[in-house]
């Protein structure tokens, strides 16, 4: 800093003392104002830090005397969502399943709070929105159901599972394992005529040879005509919509040696009313019966 | 008569001197020897009263901004039922703001960006033209400081009044006389804090929860806040906030240029200015007109020299000029030492040419000019053809199709239907662009490629719409399809353009 200050002769304003190639600073200090500012930021820095967490250590923080945390903040904040959600929780509770559509409200609710719960549990399997996964997770937005595509058939299938063995209610079927009853002409011929059930056989004469075996071993749960049946969750075989893949070599392949989905019981897990709502989400994804 | 002037002048110059010396001292003087302080003091302005053309239009502008400001929400408009009567409301819980006719959805924010756009290009054409205008006359921070000014000469009396009860001693009179000023000063601050909340809630509702002590919390906060604010910066802060805070002085000289009218000191008549002593340095002939009064200075609402030109405090409030011409008309000599006019002029003057003409109409006023109108013109073209419809359609990404068990793909589109109107509306939603396709509307009876679809007044009306497109129609991975929403009463009609999605070939 200089000794002896220094005035700029055009503007007759102090300088700093400070030269650079021949440039010197005017020396416009800021208001004494502006400084108490920022001293006054400084003591609301030091009240928020005894009011509010701040200082970190290894396992926290500090409480702050107000005790506020954010944990604390939505812990409320979920209770006063709750305590709103209640008279419609209510609802949900009180309505008959079948009934809940005809409440415009309630459907609603029911939709998103479905929609939540889904995305939560179901998705990870089922994709989001109900988009299905190849490998035998099926489309629920679709118009197939293999064990039903009503409300009441979609709750119970929520609530037990499919093929859950520590629920005794669970849905339950079982195609045999074709590969040790049939021999490759037969499985071959029966996968042709399984493709003219949809118009797309290549060997007509496989095909017709094919009905025979079908009606023998798999007329019983997917009917003579291929048309399915949800009490033993037997797919209808003349859709276009196929769970395990629907070419010659993934048909083969099924009837050979079966897939079979298995799908948890969600009863313990989660309770009547939300699954409910599921029900009436899944319901509403495009395909509900 | 013009001594006894000049003598009151001298006495109240005085202390406007020593408060000078101060302020040039200040840095440096109070620690002479030692290193310059770091910041400054504020040195007091105490603006004294003055009469004139300016200060006339400063009164007319002043009640003229404040009336619109604490009456514009009293004007009622009337939409019908349902909706608020206030002509200038901002409704945030509703998500609508409301200028006379005019309706805004949130969607349409941009009226608001054209709107600032306007107000910028405006302010840049008027501040080439003639200076800091805005600053002077109309900015809400001169206003209310002037608002304030004018209660603190009132209860503490004009410029050497104040300056002596300042330097007073503690006192039950200046006591009272500061509780006075700070009371009216909270008053007009908590009034104007109460009119901004009244463009956010209607008036007379919000004024009977006041009374009544009914309002809301946040009510109360923000009127506190802006209560808050008034208070501290038309009272207390002042020309700081020209000086220190606002952006705006520092970049407005961009929009000068040598012909733009600003509030000059004529040097070349002025100087060599020197005080005016009886048969001593009297003759006009040998001498600048200036006579050192610092009246300019007395007056000035920041506090500084206007002689010493253009600079930034200076916020072009022309009081200084409506002094000047006072002094000069009590000496008899022609007004206008301190004037309106252009740099050019000045030069040209100093120089002894004669006086070029004002150059209004320049490439920057133009440019300006023309921003201005064009911006304006597309506001006003998309205000005349605002549609009173629109749509908005959201194509469904889980799943992004569907295949059905016939093998038709299915597309889920979530339509939005927006009716600006205060009526309940029925429209017509089609589908076009892919034959065969037939649409469903959920829990809505179909018509093959067209439904009808109500939408409640003033509201967004949500529907889930199917697309169905059969087998035998190759689709593609994506195919562009197009929706359009007509109002069959009064022949709107809007159109969106979405995609149909289906399995990769």
């Not at chain 2, 300042?166 to 700070?182: E, I, M, N, Y």
């Not at chain 2, 610092?294 to 000035?300: G, Q, S």
Request: proline share 5%; aromatic share 10%; glycine share 8%.
């Amino acid at each position: 800093m200089p000794t002896k200050i220094e005035k700029d002769a055009v503007t007759g304003t102090q300088t700093t003392g400070h030269e650079w190639d021949g440039i010197k600073e005017l020396n416009t200090p800021l208001p004494k104002w502006w400084l108490y500012t920022f001293y006054a930021c400084i003591l609301w820095s030091l009240v928020y830090w005894v009011l509010y967490p701040a200082i970190p250590y290894i396992t926290g923080a500090t409480r702050g005397i107000l005790g506020w945390s954010s944990r604390t903040q939505i812990t409320e904040q979920l209770a006063t969502a709750h305590a709103a959600q209640a008279e419609y929780l209510k609802g949900i509770h009180d309505t008959q399943l079948a009934a809940i559509p005809d409440n415009p409200k309630l459907f609603e609710f029911a939709r998103r709070g479905g929609e939540v719960a889904f995305n939560d549990n179901c998705a990870p399997c089922h994709g989001v929105g109900g988009s299905g996964n190849p490998g035998g997770f099926p489309v629920l937005a679709d118009d197939v159901w293999l064990w039903g595509g009503t409300l009441a058939a979609i709750q119970q299938t929520v609530t037990h599972g499919i093929r859950w063995s520590d629920d005794a209610d669970t849905r339950v079927s079982e195609m045999p394992t074709f590969g040790e009853i049939l021999s490759h002409d037969e499985i071959n011929n029966v996968a042709e005529y399984v493709l003219s059930l949809s118009g797309r056989a290549d060997d007509p004469k496989a095909a017709e040879a094919g009905a025979q075996v079908f009606t023998d071993n798999c007329a019983a749960c997917h009917g003579d005509k291929g048309q399915g049946s949800h009490d033993v969750g037997a797919p209808r075989l003349s859709d276009a919509v196929w769970l395990y893949g629907g070419t010659k070599a993934d048909i083969v392949s099924q009837v050979t040696k079966p897939k079979h989905g298995v799908m948890p019981a969600w009863s313990g897990r989660l309770d009547a009313d939300t699954i409910k709502m599921l029900a009436v989400y899944v319901h509403s994804l495009g395909g509900g019966k | 008569m013009s001594d006894e002037i000049v003598v009151e002048e001298v006495s109240s110059v005085r202390e406007q001197k020593e408060a000078l010396k101060r302020r040039e001292e200040a840095p440096a003087g109070a620690t002479a020897g030692r290193d310059q302080p770091l910041y400054a003091d504020r040195v007091k302005v105490y603006p004294r009263k003055v009469w004139g053309t300016f200060r006339r239009l400063k009164w007319a502008a002043l009640g003229l901004l404040l009336a619109i400001y604490y009456l514009v929400p009293w004007i009622r408009w009337d939409r019908g039922p349902g909706a608020p009567d206030q002509a200038v409301l901002i409704d945030m819980p509703s998500r609508r703001a409301y200028f006379f006719f005019i309706e805004i959805w949130p969607q349409e924010v941009y009226y608001l960006t054209g709107l600032l756009i306007l107000a910028a290009v405006g302010l840049f054409f008027v501040t080439s033209l003639a200076g800091r205008v805005w600053c002077g006359y109309a900015c809400p921070q001169t206003v209310w400081t002037d608002l304030f000014m004018w209660v603190e000469r009132l209860v503490e009396g004009d410029r050497n009044a104040r300056m002596r009860l300042d330097r007073q001693p503690f006192s039950v009179g200046k006591l009272a006389r500061k509780a006075t000023k700070h009371g009216i000063w909270l008053l007009i601050a908590f009034v104007t804090g109460g009119a901004w909340i009244m463009y956010f809630k209607d008036a007379p509702t919000l004024v009977h929860e006041l009374v009544t002590f009914r309002a809301a919390e946040s009510v109360w906060l923000f009127i506190g806040l802006f209560t808050f604010t008034t208070y501290l910066l038309a009272g207390w802060a002042r020309e700081q906030v020209c000086t220190y805070m606002c952006p705006w002085p520092r970049f407005q000289a961009a929009m000068f240029d040598e012909d733009t009218l600003i509030v000059t000191y004529q040097r070349w008549r002025g100087e060599p200015r020197g005080k005016l002593k009886k048969g001593e340095n009297d003759d006009w002939s040998k001498r600048g007109d200036c006579i050192d009064c610092k009246a300019c200075v007395a007056v000035c609402p920041t506090g500084i020299d206007i002689r010493d030109g253009q600079q930034l405090e200076c916020i072009n409030c022309a009081l200084c000029i409506d002094a000047c011409n006072d002094v000069m008309a009590k000496l008899g000599r022609p007004g206008e030492l301190i004037t309106y006019d252009t740099e050019a002029n000045q030069i040209a003057q100093e120089q002894g040419n004669p006086r070029p003409r004002y150059k209004l109409i320049r490439i920057r006023t133009i440019f300006y000019a023309l921003l201005f109108v064009g911006v304006a013109t597309v506001m006003l073209g998309q205000l005349l053809f605002r549609n009173t419809l629109d749509i908005n359609v959201l194509h469904d990404r889980n799943p992004l199709f569907v295949t059905l068990s016939n093998g038709d793909i299915r597309n889920g589109y979530t339509v939005k239907l927006l009716n600006k109107t205060r009526e309940q509306r029925t429209f017509v939603l089609s589908f076009a662009g892919l034959p065969g396709a037939t649409m469903d509307v959920l829990e809505h009876p179909a018509d093959g490629d067209a439904v009808l679809l109500i939408a409640a007044p003033d509201s967004v009306a949500t529907y889930d719409v199917q697309v169905r497109a059969p087998r035998s129609e190759s689709v593609g991975e994506s195919h562009p399809v197009t929706f359009t929403l007509t109002d069959p009463y009064k022949g709107e009609t809007v159109t969106y353009k979405s995609v149909f999605r289906g399995p990769e070939r």
